[in-house]
T-cell receptor
């Protein structure tokens, strides 16, 4: 139990569907992240929210839309995805004022786009 | 270019044996280096965090080393157990920049009985 909870753990969707991934952290952190993990590739940073403001948008296609209503919750809204978007999507949180800046990851949401 | 390279890509060892995983990086200016363990179907979990002044740090059967001059780190696992089977990811942090974390592709370790 890392203190970061992601739902759903598995999601299968068609290219025309609209779905959302949810992340909740119980660690009192002030930054939250979305990462994409594909096979044999390094984790790719998608979005960063620090103090509830988006501070990083790493050239992610507009079919991915993040939302951070408060410091404990983070969403990733998905629409008209492509098969190559199939991957493990990891949410993480951290305390930006911490010297180490350690990331605490959720268990991930395994997304399959048909 | 800021990069993190890990080797080997995958490794199979017998239970009870030791192994060493390597991480080379070109990230600059260096802040710290972390090793994460990621079990299959789970999120990564931090094992160790090392700063510029630290050469060695242990966490149970895991010992990480850092040579900041050659920009190399290793993770040594002693007396391996079946539960050590996982991917081990090296993450290097840069002192500046909004996107200041650089990830390796990981080493996939399989411990067999």
């Amino acid at each position: 139990e890392t203190g970061v909870t992601q739902t759903p753990r598995h999601l299968v969707m068609g290219m025309t569907n609209k779905k959302s991934l949810k992340c909740e952290q119980h660690l009192g952190h002030n930054a939250m992240y979305w990462y994409k993990q594909s096979a044999k590739k390094p984790l790719e940073l998608m979005f960063v929210y620090s103090l509830e403001e988006r501070v990083e948008n790493n050239s992610v296609p507009s079919r991915f839309s993040p939302e951070c209503p408060n410091s404990s919750h983070l969403f990733l809204h998905l629409h008209t995805l492509q098969p190559e978007d199939s991957a493990l999507y990891l949410c993480a949180s951290s305390q930006v004022t911490s010297v180490s800046g350690e990331l605490f990851f959720g268990e991930g949401s395994r997304l399959t786009v048909l | 270019k800021n990069q993190v390279e890990q080797s080997p890509q995958s490794l199979i060892i017998l239970e009870g044996k030791n192994c060493t995983l390597q991480c080379n990086y070109t990230v600059s200016p260096f802040s710290n280096l972390r090793w994460y363990k990621q079990d299959t179907g789970r999120g990564p979990v931090s094992l160790t965090i090392m700063t510029f002044s630290e050469n060695t740090k242990s966490n149970g059967r895991y010992t990480a080393t850092l040579d900041a001059d050659t920009k190399q780190s290793s993770l040594h696992i002693t007396a391996s157990q079946l539960s050590d089977s996982a991917s081990y990811i090296c993450v290097v942090s840069r002192q500046t920049g909004a996107n200041n974390l650089f990830f390796g592709t990981g080493t996939r370790l399989t411990v067999i009985p």
